[in-house]
T-cell receptor
């Protein structure tokens, strides 16, 4: 299995631009999570999907952030407009069930200048 | 809200020494506890997962214990090697939510 796939691996953009991060979970996994990692706050859960439905988006910092999961094999996290404080590493993780072991993707390092 | 704490924040040991990494959590109603390794600029690699009903889990030189009632887990790494240098994160799972500690950064000196 290829594991969780994320793209792009690195993204550099200017403040005000739209950013879209992508994730392909492990085949057969029905739960997907988006996390953000920063030096100041560590790893934080942004949003959790189960069977493609958003269950908990309480970690999404602002309305500028949105996430979708149109099907079982694809999810996006969008930031519009982006701000320098959004600079972080964004991880996607998937699992066969919400209480099972989570498998993380390699992350997308976002820099907003 | 689950709070996870890892002590120490950093550790430097000579090669061959055993490593002991500590993790504590405030809400004992966990489903499981996972230990991860993160290399600089890289993603998270799952090392061990301990279910709430288990007391310990072993994989090669790694052994993790869990004391749910006291809210503690310990990761032991035997006979450390320079390749073990990394940041180790523990994470406690409540319902679907994984709460992470800040990590322990380990340096193994050759």
């Amino acid at each position: 299995d290829a594991g969780v796939i994320q793209s792009p691996r690195h993204e550099v953009t200017e403040m005000g631009q739209e950013v879209t991060l992508r994730c392909k979970p492990i085949s057969g996994h029905n739960s997907l999570f988006w996390y953000r990692q920063t030096m100041m706050r560590g790893l934080e859960l942004l949003i959790y999907f189960n069977n493609n439905v958003p269950i908990d988006d309480s970690g999404m910092p602002e309305d500028r952030f949105s996430a979708k999961m149109p099907n079982a094999s694809f999810s996006t996290l969008k930031i519009q407009p982006s701000e320098p404080r959004d600079s972080a590493v964004y991880f996607c993780a998937s699992t066969a069930g919400p209480s099972n072991e989570q498998y993380f993707g390699p992350g997308t390092r976002l820099t907003v200048t | 809200k689950q709070e996870v704490t890892q002590i120490p924040a950093a550790l430097s040991v000579p090669e061959g020494e055993n490593l002991v990494l500590n993790c504590s959590f405030t809400d004992s109603a966990i489903y499981n506890l996972q230990w991860f390794r993160q290399d600089p600029g890289k993603g998270l690699t799952s090392l061990l997962l301990i279910q709430s009903s288990q007391r310990e889990q072993t994989s090669g030189r790694l052994n993790a214990s869990l004391d749910k009632s006291s809210g503690r887990s310990t990761l032991y790494i035997a006979a450390s090697q320079p390749g073990d240098s990394a940041t180790y994160l523990c994470a406690a799972l409540n319902d679907y939510k994984l709460s992470f500690g800040a990590g322990t950064t380990v340096t193994v000196r050759a």
